[in-house]
């Protein structure tokens, strides 16, 4: 029997408090699909659970000129949200993959950036869309890009006493397409062995500006930066995206390692052979 005391208080001052009350031990948990399996498998468990179940208000996707998604939003109201469908297609793939309809009806987005795992299925599409994270503490808010957000495996910027309230696409990404692919074994269950996430602008025929991201590729979810820059300026054609992808695979931009999942070199030909094709999908899917 692992014993923790469950708090669950009714609105972020009471968080707050809590937080300050407990420092070290306490641990904050949304859907607990992470923490549970975590307090499950290491039979440890911090003095007391923070819930945050019971802030709402917490639970909305909204297109407000900016694109707000409330950290309490699952993976299934993604995957159920028209918006998301539409104008962010990539996070809409990554949310609907995660593990099954019974993981997605509880899990939440902040959840999974939190736990900051690099194989984080919302993490790459976050990263293409250039998204931002709101957090909140006693001081106030403040928002960090994701880009600055993981700090290394399982670890990111957040405070002890903070909480993530919100993830924030800009309103520019309504003019880029966007497409996601995860490679694993199955179709449900299964985390990815790499994930491929690409947004991109044309102006007629030459892209304008362009955004990939890549999970399982690098201890944190990661931006492929030099594949980015060449791709900027060049024309949408099969031997450009082929290099772009080439360029994404090496370690000019990740640091593949050997896991049960996958080994290295299998990670670097998917990256290769998906970033043309998630490019192509995007540029299908603008507008
Ligand atoms: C069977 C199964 C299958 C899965 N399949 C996948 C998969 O395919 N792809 C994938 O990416 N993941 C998968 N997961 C992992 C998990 O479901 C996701 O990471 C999920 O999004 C976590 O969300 P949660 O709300 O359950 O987080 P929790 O477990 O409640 O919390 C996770 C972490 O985030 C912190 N946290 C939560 N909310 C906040 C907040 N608002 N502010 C600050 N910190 C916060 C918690 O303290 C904790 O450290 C799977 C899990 C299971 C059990």
Known sequence: MIDYDYRKPGNLEEV?????????????????????VKIRNTRKAPEVLISLRGLKELSYIRKNG?????????HRMLEQSDLVQRELTALYEGASRIGSVQVRNVATIAGNICNAAPSADTAGPLLALDAQVLLQGPEG?????????????????RKETEVVTEIRIPAEMERFGSAYWKQSRRKAMNLPIVGIAVSLRLDNATISDARIALTVAAPTPIRAYKAEEFLTGKPMDEAVLAEAGRIAASTDC?????????????????????????????AERIN
């Open 254 to 282: 990740c640091t593949l390692r050997d896991s049960l999942r996958g080994e290295a070199w299998y990670r670097a030909e998917i990256i290769e052979a998906y970033v043309p094709r998630m490019a192509k999908l995007a």
């Open 16 to 36: 707050f408090s809590l937080l300050k009350e407990y420092g070290p031990h306490a641990a904050l948990i949304a859907g607990g699909t992470d923490v549970m």
């Open 141 to 157: 808010e403040r928002r960090v890009p994701i880009t600055e957000f993981f700090t290394g495996t399982y670890k990111t910027v």
């Open 66 to 74: 900016d694109y707000h998604i409330g950290a309490l939003a699952t």
